[in-house]
């Protein structure tokens, strides 16, 4: 996934799940919580777990609502009695075993806010091994996974428009599964979608509409359950090259071809670099802007927030970074969400050499510096002698999403390239190389990396590393690779300049100016960046990041009665969580609450339920103060 939790939305989740933990404890956990590693999953797959899954689905908008059945091939230990799941926010119809469709009492347990329900599915004794259980249900409205866009959140406001979010543990609101990554499983799925729609999903797609409104779906490689995907709409594709293609919807889809169209050579790159692509096709849909992510890695189809069309292909290291995951966090998968750094921490790292092999070190180096200085905010931020700065986490009893900060991406990819420096970039990327070819395939835990990094890196050539500082210890270590940018220096100066004279931006990347304008001295004045903006249009540009950026400094230098449309318009349009929370948080900070609120009233129904809550919970608690 790209994108990262900001600082308020972090302490703010953080307040608000600490006192949930508080409540399970009074309430003893039930004894499921603590029969797995994953402390985010009721299942007990030593006992028996779903290896198949067979999924019918008909896509209900008018109601908001997924209705079918979730057809388990079960693997259980010879003495095992019964299957467990976890669902949430759905209603659980009916269950049967095999083609017969014998119906067994199942239960549900009761109801805990962050895991949902325990579903306790009995395996009857007359039970073939090949019976399949058969879970019949509908999804509620509310449930978290579900993106459900009115035709006018769409770009072709004619039709509406579906998607889901998996990752970290809402799959279980749109499908009863045993909701852990580190569970693989195979899927076919079989959807039926209003006429004149197109369903795709992390699976082998359809390119053209079908005449009857069904689409079959078939995933081979196996998956953890937060990469199965579904998106529904007016969809159309259009190839990009031979193995790759983009779908958006008809109005954006030659923009978003044009946008992506290095998606080829990306992935040659990669493969270059760390071995062969292993999913087949790899293609990219644009989604609706109420999307609240960047990106999301689902296999064979990254979803993409349209916030990345910049027009310019300013914006397509996200594409790095989603390709990279077809490697890190799709072939070798976090274990547990304790492990996230595995996922991204190693995606940011190949994405930066994915970019670095197409653009050059000059243009990477930008970059990194860019995302080196958000995580000293965010350390900062934290604290540095919080546990939540060590890459190896303890998230449970909390929201999973807690560990999505720029920790696991960006200290995990700076341990990376310490790494990279300590042995010589040859002898990493063999390792790194055998790493993935190893263990392509399965999940694995921080301490399976630790001990094949002592055994084919580290020992075999007798390097010295502080590996579990860097792991296990708050903070960054004082060896962390400091990214450096001749280009960056000079941005810099001319921001301090900027009080007397327009800066000379000829040659200049949108990274060079995102960084100017976050580099603007704090005692600018709001008569000054009125100028900036009527020379460089920078409340009107097209580039998302740049917008965010300058936005912000407006708010936080009193230039915000001249943005206010434009904010208005931005906040508005699109619900991706990069860039709402820290403009609501600076809306908060400089005392405009109630125009915050007011805006977040006009906007809410557009953003998915992840993003809503978290500006929501921004909000609530702002007021309280
Ligand atoms: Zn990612």
């Not at 779908?247 to 080829?264: C, G, H, T």
């Not at 290291?317 to 969400?337: I, M, R």
Request: with cysteine.
């Amino acid at each position: 996934m790209k994108n990262t939790m900001t600082k308020l939305f972090a302490v703010l989740t953080l307040m608000a799940f600490t006192v949930l933990a508080c409540q399970q404890e009074q309430k003893a956990p039930e004894t499921e919580k603590t029969a797995t590693s994953d402390p985010h999953s009721f299942s007990r797959p030593s006992e028996a777990r779903g290896t198949h899954l067979d999924l019918e689905l008909y896509v209900h908008f008018d109601r908001k609502e997924l209705e079918g059945v979730a057809r388990w091939t079960v693997e259980a230990a010879a003495d095992a009695t019964e299957i467990v799941f976890d669902t949430r926010q759905m209603h659980i119809d009916r269950v049967t075993v095999g083609e017969a469709e014998n119906p067994v009492d199942f239960t549900l347990g009761e109801e805990d806010p962050l895991l949902g329900q325990v579903l306790r599915v009995p395996l009857p004794e007359y039970r073939k091994p090949s019976d399949k259980i058969n879970i019949y249900y509908r999804t509620l409205p509310e449930a978290a996974a579900l993106g459900w866009m009115e035709p006018e959140m769409t770009a072709g406001k004619k039709l509406p428009f579906l998607f889901t979010q998996g990752q970290a543990i809402l799959t279980r609101t749109w499908i009863p599964c045993q909701d852990s990554p580190g569970l693989r499983i195979t899927y076919t799925a079989q959807v039926t979608v209003p006429g004149g729609m197109m369903a795709v999903m992390s699976a082998e797609n359809p390119q053209e509409k079908s005449g009857d409104g069904v689409y079959s779906f078939r995933m081979e490689q196996p998956i953890p359950p937060y990469l199965i995907a579904l998106a529904v709409g007016d969809i159309a594709f259009k190839s990009v090259g031979p193995r790759t293609g983009v779908y958006a919807e008809p109005v954006l889809l030659d923009k978003a071809a044009w946008e992506f169209a290095d998606m080829e050579n990306m992935l040659t790159t990669a493969e270059g670099l760390y071995g062969p692509y292993d999913w087949g096709r790899y293609d990219l849909i644009v989604l609706p802007p109420g999307f609240p992510f960047g990106g999301m890695e689902n296999p064979r189809l990254t979803f993409a927030t349209p916030t990345i069309l910049a027009g310019d292909r300013s914006l397509v290291s996200l594409v790095a970074h989603e390709l990279a995951h077809s490697w890190s966090g799709n072939l070798v998968t976090n274990a547990t969400w304790n492990d996230f750094w595995l996922n991204e921490g190693f995606t940011v790292y190949f994405e930066r050499r994915i970019m670095e092999a197409l653009y050059g070190l000059d243009y990477t180096n930008m970059l990194e510096l860019l995302e080196y200085r958000e995580l000293l905010d965010e350390i900062e931020y934290l604290g540095p002698e919080s546990p939540d700065t060590r890459l190896k986490l303890d998230l449970a009893g909390r929201d999973p999403d807690e560990g999505m900060t720029d920790i696991a991406y960006q200290k995990g990819a700076a341990f990376l390239k310490m790494l990279e420096q300590t042995a010589g970039r040859e002898r990493f990327d063999a390792f790194l190389k055998a790493w993935f070819d190893k263990h392509k395939f399965t999940s694995v835990t921080t301490e399976d990396f630790l001990a094949f990094l002592r055994e084919n890196l580290l020992d075999k050539y007798q390097l010295e590393a502080n590996v579990d500082e860097w792991v296990y210890q708050p903070g960054l270590p004082g060896n962390c690779p400091v990214p450096e940018s001749d280009r960056f220096s000079k941005v810099e100066a001319q921001a301090r300049a900027a009080m007397e004279k327009l800066p000379d931006t000829s040659g200049w990347t949108s990274h060079e100016w995102v960084h100017f304008v976050r580099n603007l001295p704090k005692e600018i004045s709001p008569q000054r960046l009125q100028e900036l903006d009527r020379a460089f249009q920078l409340s009107n540009t097209g580039n998302s990041e740049l917008l965010a950026a300058w936005l912000e400094t407006a708010i936080r230098r009193g230039y915000l009665a001249e943005v206010q449309p434009q904010l208005e318009s931005f906040l508005t349009s699109m619900g991706r969580r990069r860039f709402l929370m820290p403009l609501y948080t600076a809306l908060v900070d400089t005392g405009e609450l109630d125009l915050a609120r007011s805006i977040f009233a006009k906007a809410k129904d557009s953003y998915h339920a992840v993003s809503a809550n978290s500006v929501e919970k921004l909000l609530d608690e702002a007021g309280q103060q």
